[in-house]
T-cell receptor
Framework: KAGVTQTPRYLIKTRGQQVTLSCSPISGHRSVSWYQQTPGQGLQFLFEYFSETQRNKGNFPGRFSGRQFSNSRSEMNVSTLELGDSALYLC????????????FGEGSRLTVL | DQQVKQNSPSLSVQEGRISILNCDYTNSMFDYFLWYKKYPAEGPTFLISISSIKDKNEDGRFTVFLNKSAKHLSLHIVPSQPGDSAVYFCAASARGGADGLTFGKGTHLIIQP
């Protein structure tokens, strides 16, 4: 069974630009969550999608948004990039809701210059 | 305000001995706790979890203890093996795992041969 796949793995953007990251969950998993990992703040919850609907949202500004498609694939978008958005963005899927047992991808490393 | 704290950034243990990783939380709404392990260049991997209705959960060499009155949990690894060298994250959730996970900043466990 293929794991969680995230693309692109690495990308460099400049301040003010926008970026879209993609995530394909494990086959059969309908819940997809996104987390931001930085050295200073650690892993922080962004949002969770299930059946194309946002279930939960973390404490991030509106510049961070996401969506989920009918095939459970998910994208997250960050608009008007700031230097502080440089981070590893991790996507995770889960087979059963509300277990917290997440299967993470390898992440997308975003650098904002 | 850090709601989940792992106060030891790193821990060195001899192979074969017990590794004890600690985690404290402040949010009394947390009722579900998990440990994740992370190797470099990989996403975190779920290790073990515990619900607040229990005070102990075992899975092979891994045991998690929960002390609700002290708002403290610990992960015991016995015996420690070289492959256990990784960063360990403590995570917590409210509503039995329905909320997004709040992670600690991690403890880097190094198993010395």
């Amino acid at each position: 069974k293929a794991g969680v796949t995230q693309t692109p793995r690495y990308l460099i953007k400049t301040r003010g630009q926008q970026v879209t990251l993609s995530c394909s969950p494990i086959s059969g998993h309908r819940s997809v969550s996104w987390y931001q990992q930085t050295p200073g703040q650690g892993l922080q919850f962004l949002f969770e999608y299930f059946s194309e609907t946002q279930r939960n949202k973390g404490n991030f500004p509106g510049r961070f948004s996401g969506r989920q498609f009918s095939n459970s694939r998910s994208e997250m978008n960050v608009s008007t990039l700031e230097l502080g958005d440089s981070a590893l963005y991790l996507c995770a899927s889960q087979a059963y809701l509300d277990t917290g047992e997440l299967f993470f991808g390898e992440g997308s490393r975003l650098t904002v210059l | 305000d850090q709601q989940v704290k792992q106060n030891s950034p790193s821990l060195s243990v001899q192979e074969g001995r017990i590794s004890i990783l600690n985690c404290d939380y402040t949010n009394s709404m947390f009722d579900y706790f998990l440990w994740y392990k992370k190797y470099p260049a990989e996403g975190p991997t779920f290790l073990i979890s515990i619900s607040s209705i229990k005070d102990k959960n075992e899975d092979g060499r891994f045991t998690v203890f929960l002390n609700k009155s002290a708002k403290h949990l610990s992960l015991h690894i016995v015996p420690s093996q070289p492959g256990d060298s990784a960063v360990y994250f403590c995570a917590a959730s409210a509503r039995g795992g329905a909320d997004g996970l709040t992670f600690g900043k991690g403890t880097h466990l190094i198993i010395q041969p």
